[in-house]
């Protein structure tokens, strides 16, 4: 159980182009979804919450009108890099959170070229 | 808001050998304490997870402890293997819906056969 599942795995796009990665809980519903962003050999770095039908919560720093956030459903949440740059390149991990627990999903790599 | 220590950055261990990693958070009410180890190029994966109500818990070779009073939880890997090699993240959150978790540093485990 707890699985979740993120599409696609890895993604490459030319700069000033949008990308969405879609995050989905596919044994449970979600309370909660979450992004992060992970540079290598780092941390994990929280960028928004999100809640189904509500606005996505987003971190310090964190641009909102260049990361979208849509949580359409309790099982789906998609995040939209738009107009995207190479510095923008990363690991996206999304989390879905059922009571308390969070489960991940497997990453997203994206390369901007 | 929450911080959290993890040490050591790096371990390095024979197979059939202990590892114990350690960690240290900040605000007294925080209540859930998971593990999480991440495989390269993986998201992590929740390993062990201990609530504030108890001291110790255990699944198969792996142990969590937490000390409430002086603010620190260990994971304890007993009988290391080369499959145990990843990445390890503690974190800490509150025990309620939409709670968000702080993570540690990491700590990169590698088992030598």
């Known amino acids: 159980g707890a699985v979740v599942s993120q599409h696609p795995s890895w993604v490459i796009c030319k700069s000033g182009t949008s990308v969405k990665i879609e995050c989905r809980s596919l044994d449970f519903q979600a309370t909660t979804m979450f992004w992060y962003r992970q540079f290598p050999k780092q941390s994990l770095m929280l960028m928004a919450t999100?809640?189904?039908?509500?606005?996505?919560?987003?971190e310090q720093g964190v641009e909102k009108d260049k990361f979208l956030i849509n949580h359409a459903s309790l099982t789906l949440s998609t995040l939209t890099v738009t107009s995207a740059h190479p510095e923008d390149s990363s690991f996206y991990i999304c989390s879905a959170q059922t009571h308390y627990e969070q489960y991940f999903g497997p990453g997203t790599r994206l390369t901007v070229t | 808001g929450e911080n959290v220590e993890q040490h050591p950055s790096t371990l390095s261990v024979q197979e059939g050998d202990s590892a114990v990693i350690k960690c240290t958070y900040s605000d007294s009410a925080s209540n859930y304490f998971p593990w999480y180890k991440q495989e390269l190029g993986k998201g992590p994966q929740l390993i062990i997870d201990?609530?504030?109500?108890?001291g110790e818990k255990k699944d198969q070779r792996i142990a969590v402890t937490l000390n409430k009073t002086a603010k620190h939880f260990s994971l304890h890997i007993t009988e290391t293997q080369p499959e145990d090699s990843a990445v390890y993240f503690c974190?800490?959150?509150?025990?309620?819906?939409?709670?968000?978790?702080?993570f540690g540093e990491g700590t990169q485990l590698t088992v030598n056969p």
């Open positions: 974190a800490a959150s509150k025990e309620t819906s939409g709670s968000r978790l702080t």
């Open positions: 999100s809640n189904e039908g509500s606005k996505a919560t987003y």
């Open positions: 201990i609530r504030s109500n108890v």
